[in-house]
């Protein structure tokens, strides 16, 4: 059975800092190419950052570049997102999501609120 299940979500002041786990069974972690995604309020859900299946390659949305750090661990069958300098429009539910050939595969989300 597929499974994704996003933690480490959670309450934080402005400017603090987060770090998110997606940990993955079920499929061989190691071929997939994983991305988190985020759904704030209202909004359509958006790319946050990605990663190749070997970690050799990420890519992130403009407004996280410099404070957001995609990494992964295949050992371990574990996607991270280090979230810094949080801001409170980085609220949201952020998701996990698996991709390789035609296979995709989401997590149920872990929820995010930077407020003070």
């Known amino acids: 059975q597929v499974q994704l299940v996003e933690s480490g979500g959670g309450l934080v002041q402005p400017g603090g800092s987060l770090r998110l786990s997606c940990a993955a069974s079920?499929?061989?972690?190691?071929?997939?190419?994983m991305s988190w995604y985020r759904q704030a309020p209202g909004k359509e859900r958006e790319l946050v950052a990605g990663?190749?299946?070997?970690?050799?390659?990420?890519n992130y949305a403009d407004s996280m570049k410099g404070r957001f750090t995609i990494s992964r661990d295949n050992a371990k069958n574990t996607v991270y997102l280090q979230m810094n300098s949080l801001k409170p429009e980085d609220t949201a539910v952020y998701y996990c999501?698996?991709?390789?050939?035609?296979?995709?595969?989401w997590g149920q989300g872990t929820q995010v609120t930077v407020s003070s």
């Open positions: 990663i190749t299946s070997t970690g050799g390659t990420t």
């Open positions: 079920g499929f061989t972690f190691s071929r997939y190419a």
């Open positions: 999501k698996a991709r390789w050939v035609g296979s995709v595969y």
